[in-house]
């Protein structure tokens, strides 16, 4: 577990928060001061010089759920293609067996910060029981028609209805009469 601060300023939600890990980790897009290098926390729009598009930066859409969320993702796979701290970057890409090592050692120090009497929070509810895969007649064809109650798009009963939808009562008739007279 690892503390850090998310702060909110007063153009927020128009300009992105900053996050910062109390105690630094040594990851590829985190700062040695613990300062978090993350394209949903850059200012909104496109940049050139980094090649972020507008769309990975920071929006008024966005929300503190968004900004954990992309923190737990870049935790667990670093971008390293424009790492915060560069030594991290290539330690991750040439020796991946030393960078965890140096991440355990990272968790380990950041136990110290917990409470001693404190106690992780657990779910309200217990999780449902997983359901059991059995999809073997998933993709298996039937002979039942496939309607769905939806309308035929193909237009061949578009004669059936007059110009306000309502079922056209002289088609029958008329069929029978073009039928009769066609024999």
Same mark, same amino acid.
């Given at each position: ?11 927020y939600?128009?300009? /992105?928060?900053?996050f910062?890990?109390?105690r630094?980790i ?12 993350i ?8 940049? $050139? ?7 990975? +930066?920071?929006s ?8 954990? +969320? ?22 991750y +890409?040439?020796? +991946? ?8 050692? %990272? ?10 009497? !404190? ?12 359901? /059991?895969? @059995?999809? $073997? %007649? !998933?993709?298996? &064809?039937? @002979?039942?028609? %496939?309607? !769905? ?5 193909s237009? @061949? @009963?578009? $004669?059936? !209805?007059? &110009? *306000?939808?309502?079922? *056209?009562? %002289? ?13």
């Amino acid at each position: 577990m690892f503390q850090a601060e998310m702060t909110f300023t007063n153009t927020y939600p128009y300009s /992105p928060p900053t996050f910062k890990f109390n105690r630094p980790i040594y990851h590829p897009n985190i700062y040695p001061d613990g300062k978090l290098c993350i394209s949903i926390l850059h200012a909104p729009g496109a940049d $050139e010089m980094s090649g972020e598009l507008a769309t990975e +930066r920071w929006s008024p859409l966005q929300g503190a759920e968004s900004v954990l +969320r992309s923190v737990l993702l870049l935790l667990d796979d670093p971008e390293v293609s424009s790492p915060a701290n560069v030594d991290a970057g290539v330690l991750y +890409r040439k020796d +991946r067996q030393a960078y965890i090592q140096k991440a355990k050692e %990272d968790v380990e120090q950041s136990r110290q910060d917990i409470p001693a009497n !404190f106690s992780m929070p657990t779910t309200l509810e217990e999780a449902p029981p997983e359901k /059991p895969m @059995d999809d $073997e %007649d !998933f993709w298996a &064809e039937s @002979d039942a028609e %496939d309607d !769905f109650g939806g309308s035929d798009s193909s237009g @061949d @009963d578009a $004669e059936d !209805f007059d &110009e *306000d939808g309502n079922e *056209d009562q %002289d088609f029958e008739e008329s069929g029978e009469e073009e039928q009769g007279g066609n024999s």
